[in-house]
C-alpha cells in the first residue's frame, strides 16, 4: 500500500501541484495581504495567455516536435487582435483561423519531409514577427471592447482567471487524455510505428496537434490584448522560453508523448507567480527570468532523482 | 464457419532479397484452420522474414499469397485472395491476422486500456475507456489467470514480462473483426516457466476453436508439445514439415543442422594456446556467475554462439567499453553496418582511418598522405573493389563496406580485435578472403573475439562459447566443437 | 555515376551562401547606380564578423547530431560582455584580461551547460534554455543596466580597417580558417563528425563521445564569450539585449551556409556566405524601402526554405 503511494508515478505527477503549493504558501507567508481577491488578480493578471501558450508547446511537444516560433505567433495574433479584428471582426476572425490553418499544414511539411521541427519553427518565428509588424508597424491598437470585457469579468469568489485556468486544463484533459481519439494523438509521440502498423495515419495526428497548437496560440494572443488593451510585435517574444519551460514544469516529458494538461496549466501559472514572490522577496525584478530558470533546474533535477531511484529498484 | 480442410493462408514459391542475400528463397506454406504451426531454425533460416511478410511488413521480392477464406473484413465477406503487391498491414488485418513479436509494440506513454484501444479503431465513443478496460482484462483474466496487471497502469511502469503478457492478450482480442491466424514470435522469451505454462495452454485452446497459430520459441520443447505440425527452416527454405508427434528434441536439432557433415573442423591442426599460462581476458557475461567464463588467450580466435539476442552483443559491447580500464586496446568490427558501422557522408578512406588516427597525426594534425597510404593498402590488402578510395562508403557494396569495417580494425593498432557477426549480407568469396586474413592475423598474435550467427564460422575458431539468456551454457574447444552441440547448446533444456 | 554526383552536391551547399551574397549585393548596387557599393561590403564585412563567431560553436554543436543545439549563446554573450566590461571598466591597460574574463565566463558557462545535460539526462535544448534564463539574469544582476564604455583601445581595434576591410573581419575569417582545420584534421574534429553521423558507430571506433560533447559545448560558449566581448568593443560597450538577435542568427548561418541540420555534415565558408548573405539581404531591402516586416518575413521564409530542400536531400540519403 504504501509502496503505491511513494511509486514514481503518482511522484511524479504530483510534482507539479507540489510546485505550485510550495510556491503559493511562500508568497501568501511573505506577503499575508496577497490572499484577498485583489491579491490573487494581481498575482495572476498574465497567467491566462501564458497557460494558452504553454498548453500550444505541449501539443507540438506531445508529437516530439518543439515549436521556438509559438512567441513570435501569440505577438502576431495579438497585432492582428488590436487591429483587423476590432475594426473589421470578420476579416479579423478569417485571419485568425487562416493562422491555424497554417500551423496544420506546418506540421504537415515537417512531417512528410521529415524536418528538424526547431529550425522550421524558428525560420517562421521570423515569417511570424514580421507579418505582425506589417500589421501593426507600432505599438498602440485597440483591443475588441467585448475581449477585454471577458478578461476584466469580475466573477465570485475568486478571480475569473482561476475558473478559467481549472476548465481549460480539464477541457484540454479530457480532450488529449480521456478521449479515445486522445489516445491515438499520444501514442503517436509514444511509439509512432506502432500506431502506424494500427492502421492510424500519422499525418492526420501531426496535422491535429499543429493545428491544436495553433489554437491555443491564438487564444492565448486573444487573451493578452484582453488584458493590455493594446499590443506591439514582440508584445510575447519571451512566450516561447516560458511555454517550453510551462510543459517541462507540468511534468511533461520532451520525447516520448508524456504530457499532462492540468500539470501544463499549473506549470504555467507557477511561473507567473515566481515574478511575484521574487518582489515580495525584494529580489531586484532583475532575478525574475533566473528564478524561472532556477525553478526548471531543481524540478528536472527532482525528477531525475525520482527516476533514478526508479531506475534502482524494477518493478 | 470455416471450411476446416482448406488452407486460411496459403503461400507458394515466396522469395525474398535484401540486395545480394536471399533470406527465402522460394517458401511453400499452407496454414489450415484449427492449426498450431511450430517454426524452428537456427539463426538466419529465414523465419523472422517471413513472418514479416506474412504480417504484411515486409512485401516478397516474388511469390503468390492466398488468402482463399472469406476476408473476415468490416462486416462484407468479400472474397479476398490478397496478391503480393497490395497485401500490406492494413490488409493483414483485415484478413484477420495478428502478430505478438519480439520488439514491443506497446506504447509505453499510455495505459494498458489505452492500447488496446489503440489497436481497434471502433473502440471509440461513450465510456470507450471502460469496454477497452473490459476487452483487455478478460483476455488478460483468460490468458494468464494471475496476471495482476490493472487496466489503467502504464505499459512503461510495467516490469517486461507483464508487458509481453499485455501484448499477447492485445492480439488475441476480439471486438468486430474475427481473428483466424496469431503469430507468436518468441512470446514466452521474458515469461517464467508457469505463465509461459499458461499461453501454452491458451494458444491450444484457441487453436481447438478453430483458430490457427504459428509458434517460433527457442524452447523445442515448447513447440513440440504444443504445435500439431513442425516446419523446419534453414537457409531461407523449408527443409521438413511434418507433424510435430513424429519429431523428437533430437530429430528437430538433426534436421535445423546442415546436411554436410561436420569434417574439415579437425583437418586442420589444432595447438591449443591455453597451456600457456593465465588468459589476458577472462569475464562472466552474466555478470552474476550463473554461467561459465569466458577466456581470451593471445592470439587466439574465440567464437561466440548461440541464437542472436541472447546476449552476445552486448558482451561484446561491454568488453570494448572496458577496454581501458583491462587495459587493453581493442577495434570493434559492426555485424549491423548501417546502425553500428559506416559513417555514411564519409569517404571509404576517411572510414578506414578513423580506427588509427592517433597513428596518422603528424604536429597533432591528421597527415592527410598517411591517411591515403594507409586507406590505398588496406584497399589492396583485402581487395576492397573500388577504383578509389576516396569515393562514398556508401558508393560500394554491402560485403565490400564490410571490408572497409574490417579495415578500420584491422588497420589499427589495437591487438584485440571484437566481431559482432561481422559476414551478415556478405557474399561468399568476401568471406573467405576475411577468414584467410582473420587466420593470418591471429598467427601474427593478434586476439578476435568472434560473435557470429554462421556455424561455419565457428570452425575457424579455437574456442566456442554457446550463449542463451544471457549467460555462457557450453564450452568448446576445436576439437570438441561439432554442429549438433552447438544446437543442443543453444536450445533451452526443459527445465 | 551516383557517387560523383552525391559528392558534388554535397561538396557544394556552401557556395549558394555566397552566390545569394552576391546577387543581392549586386542588385542593391544596381539599385543605387553603383553608389556605396565598397562601403555596404564593408559594412556587411564588420556586422556579419559577429554572427560568424557564434555560429562557429553553434556550428560544432549542431554538427554533432539531431537534438544539439546551444540555446545560451545569447545570455552567455551579454554576460561575458556585461562582466568584462564592467571589471576592466575602460582601463586600456586590461583589455586582455577582459578578454579572458569573457573567456572565462562562457567556459564556465557551457560546463555548467553540459552538467545539466549529463546529470539531469536532459535534451540540451532544455539544458541550454534553463541555464540561458539563470546566466541571462545573472548579467542583468551584475551589469545593473549601466552601460560603461569599452576601453578605447578595445574600441579601436574592433572598428579598425585595414584597405577598408575591417580588421576584426580579416581575424575572424582566420579564426574560422583555423577552426575548418580542427574540424577536419584533428582528432578532435574527426569525432565531431563523427558523432554527428552515427554516435553509437563513433563510440564503437573508438571516440570518447561524451567528452567530445562536453568540449563542443564548452567551445561553444567560449565563443559565445568572445563575441560578448569584441561586440561590446564595436558597439560601444555591453547592453543587456546585445545578444537577441544572435539566437535566431546563429542558427540561420548554420543552416543557410550548407551546414546539416541532421548532423555529422558542416563547413566554415558557409558561415560567411550566410552571414553576408543575411547583412546584404537586408541593406538591399533598405535600399529598396521596404520596411522591416518584409524584411524578416523573406528572412523566416528563406530559412524554411533551405531547410525544406537541404533536409529532402539527407532523407533521401537515409533510405
Given amino acids: 500500500m504504501i509502496a503505491q503511494f511513494t511509486s514514481p508515478r503518482l511522484l511524479r505527477s504530483l510534482l507539479p501541484a507540489f510546485s505550485l503549493t510550495v510556491i503559493l504558501l511562500a508568497i501568501f507567508y511573505l506577503q499575508p495581504r496577497a490572499m484577498s481577491y485583489f491579491g490573487l488578480n494581481l498575482l495572476l493578471n498574465l497567467a491566462l495567455p501564458i497557460a494558452f501558450a504553454t498548453l500550444a508547446q505541449m501539443c507540438v511537444i506531445t508529437v516530439n516536435d518543439l515549436d521556438l516560433g509559438i512567441g513570435a505567433f501569440v505577438g502576431f495574433v495579438a497585432c492582428v487582435g488590436v487591429t483587423w479584428l476590432n475594426d473589421q471582426p470578420l476579416v479579423g476572425i478569417l485571419i485568425l483561423a487562416a493562422c491555424i490553418v497554417a500551423y496544420g499544414a506546418m506540421g504537415a511539411l515537417i512531417h512528410v519531409r521529415n524536418l528538424p521541427s526547431i529550425v522550421v519553427t524558428l525560420g517562421m518565428s521570423f515569417v511570424w514577427l514580421g507579418l505582425a509588424l506589417l500589421v501593426l508597424p507600432t505599438p498602440g491598437g485597440k483591443a475588441p471592447a467585448i475581449v477585454t470585457w471577458v478578461m476584466k469579468f469580475k466573477t465570485p469568489l475568486v478571480p475569473m482567471t482561476i475558473y478559467a485556468s481549472i476548465a481549460i486544463a480539464l477541457i484540454v484533459h479530457v480532450a488529449l487524455k480521456r478521449s479515445a481519439y486522445g489516445a491515438v494523438l499520444r501514442g503517436v509521440g509514444g511509439n509512432p510505428q506502432s500506431v502506424e502498423r494500427a492502421s492510424w495515419s500519422l499525418i492526420r495526428a501531426k496535422i491535429t496537434m499543429y493545428a491544436m497548437a495553433g489554437f491555443f496560440g491564438v487564444l492565448s494572443g486573444i487573451s493578452l490584448i484582453g488584458l493590455t488593451s493594446a499590443a506591439d510585435a514582440n508584445i510575447a517574444l519571451r512566450y516561447t522560453l516560458l511555454s517550453i519551460a510551462g510543459v517541462i514544469l507540468g511534468g511533461g516529458e520532451f520525447v516520448g508523448g508524456r504530457i499532462s494538461p492540468i500539470g501544463a496549466v499549473l506549470g504555467a501559472i507557477t511561473l507567473t507567480l515566481a515574478g511575484s514572490f521574487l518582489s515580495f522577496l525584494r529580489i531586484s525584478p532583475d532575478w525574475q527570468i533566473g528564478a524561472q530558470g532556477a525553478i526548471l533546474i531543481i524540478v528536472l533535477a527532482l525528477r531525475a532523482l525520482i527516476n533514478r531511484s526508479e531506475a534502482r529498484k524494477p518493478a | ?495 | 555515376m551516383t557517387q560523383a554526383a552525391l559528392s558534388k552536391l554535397t561538396a557544394k551547399p556552401w557556395l549558394w551562401a555566397f552566390v545569394g551574397a552576391f546577387c543581392v549585393w549586386i542588385a542593391t548596387i544596381l539599385f543605387t547606380g553603383g553608389q556605396g557599393a565598397g562601403e555596404i561590403l564593408s559594412a556587411a564585412l564588420a556586422f556579419g564578423t559577429f554572427s560568424v563567431i557564434v555560429g562557429i560553436g553553434q556550428m560544432y554543436v549542431i554538427t554533432l547530431g539531431p537534438g544539439n543545439v546551444d540555446l545560451s549563446i545569447p545570455a552567455t554573450m551579454t554576460f561575458s560582455g556585461v562582466v568584462a566590461m564592467k571589471v576592466i571598466d575602460s582601463s586600456d591597460s586590461l583589455v586582455l584580461v577582459g578578454l579572458l574574463i569573457a573567456l572565462s565566463c562562457g567556459a564556465a558557462v557551457g560546463v555548467f551547460n553540459y552538467g545539466l545535460i549529463r546529470l539531469l539526462r536532459i535534451p540540451p535544448i532544455i539544458a541550454t534554455l534553463s541555464s540561458s534564463f539563470l546566466v541571462q539574469s545573472s548579467a542583468i544582476a551584475y551589469g545593473r543596466g549601466l552601460k560603461i564604455k569599452p576601453p578605447p583601445l578595445l574600441a579601436d581595434f574592433t572598428t579598425a580597417k585595414v584597405l577598408g576591410i575591417p580588421l576584426l573581419a580579416i581575424c575572424v575569417m582566420v579564426l574560422a580558417a583555423l577552426m575548418s582545420l580542427v574540424l577536419h584534421r584533428t582528432v578532435y574534429g574527426k569525432s565531431v563528425l563523427a558523432i554527428g553521423q552515427n554516435p553509437q558507430a563513433a563510440m564503437l571506433a573508438g571516440v570518447r563521445v561524451d567528452f567530445i560533447r562536453f568540449a563542443t559545448y564548452v567551445l561553444s560558449a567560449v565563443l559565445a564569450g568572445l563575441c560578448g566581448y569584441v561586440l561590446s568593443g564595436f558597439s560601444g560597450g555591453a547592453s543587456l539585449n546585445m545578444g537577441a538577435e544572435y539566437l535566431l542568427a546563429s542558427i540561420a548561418v548554420v543552416v543557410i551556409g550548407g551546414t546539416s541540420v541532421a548532423g555529422g555534415y558542416s563547413n566554415l565558408p558557409g558561415l560567411w556566405g550566410a552571414s553576408l548573405f543575411m547583412f546584404l539581404l537586408v541593406t538591399m531591402l533598405n535600399t529598396f524601402g521596404l520596411s522591416a516586416g518584409v524584411r524578416l518575413i523573406l528572412t523566416g521564409a528563406i530559412i524554411v526554405g533551405v531547410i525544406v530542400l537541404a533536409g529532402g536531400r539527407r532523407g533521401t540519403m537515409n533510405t
Fill in chain 2, 1 to 495: 464457419m470455416n471450411d476446416m480442410s482448406k488452407p486460411i493462408v496459403k503461400l507458394s514459391s515466396v522469395e525474398k532479397s535484401f540486395g545480394a542475400v536471399r533470406a527465402l528463397d522460394g517458401v511453400d506454406l499452407d496454414i489450415l484452420p484449427g492449426e498450431c504451426l511450430g517454426l524452428v531454425g537456427h539463426n538466419g533460416a529465414g523465419k523472422s522474414t517471413l513472418m514479416n511478410i506474412l504480417a504484411g511488413i515486409q512485401k516478397p521480392s516474388a511469390g503468390f499469397m492466398d488468402f482463399g477464406g472469406d476476408g473476415d473484413g468490416g462486416g462484407g465477406g468479400e472474397r479476398s485472395s490478397a496478391t503480393a503487391a497490395n497485401y500490406d498491414v492494413s490488409e493483414a488485418r483485415r484478413q484477420g491476422i495478428r502478430c505478438v513479436f519480439q520488439e514491443l509494440s506497446l506504447c509505453p506513454n499510455l495505459t494498458v486500456a489505452e492500447n488496446a484501444r489503440i489497436q481497434h479503431a471502433s473502440i471509440k465513443g461513450w465510456n470507450w475507456r471502460g469496454r477497452a478496460s473490459e476487452l483487455i482484462l478478460a483476455q488478460l483474466d483468460q490468458i494468464f489467470p494471475n496476471h495482476g496487471i490493472s487496466a489503467d497502469e502504464l505499459v512503461g511502469d510495467l516490469s517486461i514480462a507483464k508487458r509481453q503478457m499485455v501484448e499477447i492478450a492485445r492480439a488475441f482480442s476480439i471486438v468486430d473483426q474475427n481473428i483466424r491466424l496469431v503469430i507468436l514470435d518468441e512470446p514466452t522469451s521474458s515469461l517464467d516457466a508457469l505463465v509461459a505454462e499458461e499461453l501454452m495452454v491458451h494458444v491450444r485452446r484457441f487453436v481447438d476453436s478453430g483458430g490457427s497459430c504459428v509458434l517460433i520459441s527457442h524452447l523445442l520443447e515448447e513447440v513440440l508439445e504444443t504445435s500439431d505440425r513442425i516446419l523446419v527452416m534453414r537457409d531461407g527454405g523449408v527443409v521438413d514439415s511434418r507433424p510435430a508427434a513424429e519429431f523428437s528434441r533430437q530429430s528437430l536439432v538433426e534436421a535445423m543442422g546442415s546436411v554436410a557433415k561436420d569434417e574439415a573442423v579437425h583437418g586442420r591442426d589444432f595447438n591449443s594456446k591455453r597451456q600457456q599460462g593465465t588468459p589476458y581476458l577472462s569475464i562472466d557475461p552474466s555478470g552474476a556467475q550463473r554461467g561459465i567464463a569466458m577466456n581470451a588467450h593471445k592470439g587466439e580466435i574465440v567464437g561466440l554462439a548461440g541464437l542472436s539476442g541472447h546476449g552476445q552483443t552486448d558482451t561484446l559491447v561491454n568488453i570494448y567499453n572496458k577496454r581501458r580500464r583491462y587495459g587493453i586496446d581493442m577495434a570493434f568490427v559492426a555485424g549491423d553496418r548501417q546502425s553500428d558501422g559506416i559513417f555514411p557522408l564519409w569517404t571509404i578512406g576517411q572510414n578506414i582511418s578513423i580506427g588509427s588516427i592517433r597513428n596518422l597525426l603528424r604536429f597533432g594534425l591528421l597527415d592527410l598522405e598517411q591517411e591515403a597510404k594507409l586507406a590505398e593498402q588496406w584497399r589492396q590488402k583485402i581487395a576492397i573493389r573500388t577504383p578509389n578510395v576516396n569515393d562514398n562508403i556508401l558508393s560500394l557494396s554491402g560485403g565490400n563496406q564490410q571490408k572497409a569495417l574490417f579495415a578500420r580494425a584491422l588497420g589499427s593498432p589495437a591487438d584485440t580485435i571484437l566481431m559482432d557477426d561481422p559476414m551478415r549480407g556478405v557474399d561468399i568469396g568476401t568471406k573467405q578472403e576475411v577468414y584467410e586474413m582473420i587466420r593470418a592475423e591471429a598467427e601474427a598474435g593478434r586476439t578476435f573475439i568472434w560473435y557470429t550467427t554462421e556455424m561455419d564460422e565457428l570452425k575457424h575458431c579455437d574456442h566456442v562459447y554457446v550463449f542463451r539468456n544471457g549467460a555462457i551454457v557450453a564450452d568448446l574447444t576445436r576439437g570438441e566443437l561439432t554442429e549438433q552441440k552447438v544446437l543442443h547448446a543453444s536450445f533451452e533444456e526443459a527445465s
